[in-house]
């Protein structure tokens, strides 16, 4: 039994050799293909099995046993079908090779535990493998092992305990292994691949020096700066192989200073000339230390700033051309963070705010800054009292896109046009637009003018009709809105062409000035609407008024013309004298046109010139039906 154990434990430790040996090549055989690289693994572990089964056991019959089985079946599990078929084939060789009775059996046994190895390469293909996965592979083999040996009657009572159990478990012992040390090993790898992909696909120059300055790794970049077609030419080299000689005694000097004090360099800026160019280099350089703390070498990352620089420069320059065109535009500029604080503002604005220019300078919060506004009440916009939730309002209202003009109390106004950034920041632009208001207010003066000018009749003075008519539409709405009465005078002058003819055109033009003047004198509410209608004839709207006052407006009207004693020598009254039509719309009526209270006043004006004139006639239905019978023409 003693011999049996040693035997395997030998077959174990070849089992072990054969996985150091894949693990020293596991780097070389990376940079293969993946198919390449399974078949590197099968080969390798099926030379592993060769070397087992020289080592192996006699049972009986010609029939051996030994380790083969755990390299098999851990070809099958982590190389797949590739790796597996390659490390059977070899096996199957080498006992196809060495003969003896049970050379059959043998073959069908590796044929079986590669099987087992394959099987358990499809149940976790989807997945990574993990360490239960290996204990479940080590398991099924060693089921597989005493299976296929109780039924091929290799093994007895005696056998199965003295040279069975202990292959068994040395095999599965010598599958744990091998798991353990295949996943650790692909670990470190994919660490190393991390790392490597950082050193060498990073677009900074990266390296590592010992302690003598030497180079023991560099990244791609800094090989292909200085002009070698791969990183490791470069190794063992120092800088004075690589740059001029005062260059690399700074160099050296500096790192040697590193190594000695383990003061790190940090940000380094280096302006150099590569031929016709200049570039800026940004370095750092950090002590690597041992585990007693010891300093043995240093790592150093140098990143080409050049480019940066170049826009740091653009910005700068931008910066500055942009301070001295806020400093020269006449408009006042402001920037006010999300906060309300006061992130930036030009003279010009503090110049538009002389009163609160000491509360607006950066850094002040722009509550500060309307208290100080209501203070020294510059605005004339502030309510009496600025209250603290006054000043909260406008804070909150800060923060939008909008255009307000606001009136200062020595007479200037501004213009305030905010706009939000991205980030919520407030833009605020401030114009004077003092003359523009100016300009603003005399053409709504000169409007004003115009339009009283284009509603006035030149020779009266009062209102032409044009803005009669519009007046009329509107009082008669309101009247049916409000269901309030509204009167209509039309007032014709008697005789008017005979005074003309006599007297001349003149005398004429003062005669309608005076009538007008008497019916200014009478009528004197602001609601009321005096106008020249045509020629000599006259219109007063009186809102608001039944028939009764407006026909005791019309007899004041009358009297008032009579007491002028205007000579009228073609007149029978041997004075001026003027007939009057009085038309009504009362409350409750329903709707009624502007034509048709017109005429209605027509109406009655003719009945006041056929029944003798200088007299008034007020419009009723009978009235009308009766002259609509007659059917006279009438003459004025």
């Known amino acids: 039994m003693s011999t049996t154990w040693q035997i395997l434990t030998g077959n174990l430790a070849v ?200 180079f023991v790794i560099v990244n791609r970049n800094v090989a292909e700066h200085h002009h070698f077609s791969s990183p490791a030419e470069m190794i063992g080299l120092t800088d004075f192989q690589l740059a001029t000689q005062r260059r690399a005694e700074i160099l050296f000097a500096e790192e040697q200073e590193l190594v000695r004090s383990g003061k790190p360099v940090i940000d380094k800026i280096e302006q150099l000339r590569e031929g016709e160019q200049e570039r800026c280099y940004s370095t750092s350089k950090f002590p690597l230390r041992d585990g007693k703390g010891e300093t043995i070498g240093l790592a150093g990352a140098t990143r080409d700033i050049t480019e940066q620089r170049r826009v740091e420069h653009e910005l700068t320059e931008s910066r500055n051309l942009l301070s001295h065109a806020m400093a020269g535009m006449s408009d006042g500029f402001a920037m006010f963070g999300p906060d309300g604080t006061l992130l930036f503002c030009n003279e010009q604005y503090r110049c538009l705010f002389p009163l609160s220019a000491p509360a607006r300078i950066p850094g002040a919060n722009i509550k500060d800054i309307l208290r100080k506004v209501a203070e020294t009440e510059e605005r004339r916009d502030l309510p009496k009292e600025v209250t603290d939730d006054w000043i909260d309002n406008a804070v909150a209202h800060l923060h939008q896109d909008k255009d307000e003009e606001i009136d200062l109390c020595d007479g200037r106004w501004l213009s305030l046009r905010t706009r939000l950034t991205t980030d919520g920041k407030a833009l605020v632009v401030v114009s004077d637009i003092t003359a523009m208001k100016q300009a603003e207010h005399s053409l709504r003066e000169l409007a004003e003018q115009m339009k009283s000018l284009a509603e006035t009749d030149a020779l009266t003075g009062i209102v032409n009709r044009r803005a009669f008519d519009q007046a009329i539409v509107i009082e008669l709405a309101r009247s049916t809105r409000n269901r309030t009465p509204l009167s209509l005078l039309l007032i014709d002058v008697d005789r008017f062409k005979a005074y003309n003819d006599t007297y001349g055109h003149v005398a004429g033009d003062e005669g309608l000035k005076a009538v007008s003047d008497c019916l200014r004198q009478v009528v004197k509410r602001r609601t009321d609407v005096v106008a020249r209608f045509g020629g000599e004839e006259f219109v007063v709207l009186l809102p608001e008024t039944d028939e009764g006052a407006a026909q005791a407006l019309a007899r004041k009207f009358l009297t008032g013309l009579r007491a002028l004693e205007i000579p009228h020598a073609g007149s029978e009254f041997r004075y001026v004298t003027a007939s009057v039509g009085v038309s009504t719309k009362l409350s409750s009526s329903s709707e009624l046109v502007s034509s048709e209270l017109i005429k209605r006043a027509d109406d009655a004006l003719y009945d006041a010139k056929r029944n003798g004139r200088n007299q008034i006639s007020t419009w009723s239905a009978q009235k009308c039906d009766g002259r609509r019978q007659k059917g006279p023409s009438r003459s004025r």
């Open 15 to 214: 089992v072990a050799l054969v996985m150091s040996l894949w693990a020293h090549f596991y780097y070389r055989f990376r940079d293969l293909s993946a198919l390449q690289s399974r078949v590197a693994f099968g080969l390798t572990m099926g030379l592993g099995a060769i070397a087992s089964m020289l080592l192996s056991i006699p049972v009986n019959s010609g029939a051996f046993i030994d380790l083969r089985s755990s390299l098999i079946a851990i070809s099958g599990l982590f190389g797949g079908p590739v790796a597996a078929i390659a490390t059977m084939a070899v096996a199957g060789a080498f006992r196809i090779f060495s003969g003896g009775a049970g050379t059959i059996n043998g073959i069908t046994g590796i044929l079986l535990i590669g099987a087992v190895g394959l099987a358990a390469h499809i149940v976790v293909q989807n997945r990574k493998i993990g360490i239960i996965d290996v204990v479940l592979l080590a398991a099924a083999v060693c089921v597989t092992l005493v299976g296929s040996l109780i039924l091929l009657s290799y093994a007895d009572g005696q056998t199965l305990t003295t040279i069975v159990a202990p292959a068994v478990f040395l095999n599965s012992c010598a599958i744990i292994i091998s798991g353990l040390v295949l996943l650790q090993f692909e670990r470190i790898a994919l660490e190393r691949d991390l790392l490597t992909a950082a050193l060498t696909q990073t677009s900074d120059y990266h390296y590592v020096k010992n302690s003598q300055s030497q």
